[in-house]
């Protein structure tokens, strides 16, 4: 929820902030995202709820991509 109504630049810019992403660095952000069972939720909401699109793993893979080629982010 906390992206509701952000533009992906907003969202990127979130999440490059340590002050904002629990004190992570963007290469602690691969682990969070693509493991951490409380972000894993978004993909087994429970009954009535719609999952996020793909698969946990996918969007580590893709963190760790956008990680890996500098972490830049579009205009906010």
């Given at each position: 929820?906390?992206?509701?109504?952000?533009?992906?630049?907003?969202?990127?810019?979130?999440l490059r902030?340590?002050?904002?992403?629990?004190?992570?660095?963007?290469?602690?952000?691969?682990?969070?995202?693509?493991?951490?069972?409380?972000?894993?939720?978004?993909?087994?909401?429970?009954?009535?709820?719609?999952?996020?699109?793909?698969?946990?793993?996918?969007?580590?893979?893709?963190?760790?991509?956008?990680?890996?080629?500098g972490?830049?982010?579009?205009?906010?």
């Amino acid at each position: 929820m906390a992206w509701a109504g952000k533009t992906v630049g907003e969202i990127c810019a979130q999440l490059r902030d340590p002050a904002r992403n629990g004190g992570r660095k963007v290469e602690d952000l691969i682990e969070h995202i693509g493991k951490d069972t409380l972000v894993g939720w978004a993909w087994h909401p429970g009954f009535g709820r719609s999952p996020a699109p793909g698969t946990q793993a996918q969007a580590g893979a893709l963190v760790e991509a956008w990680v890996k080629t500098g972490a830049a982010c579009p205009a906010p």
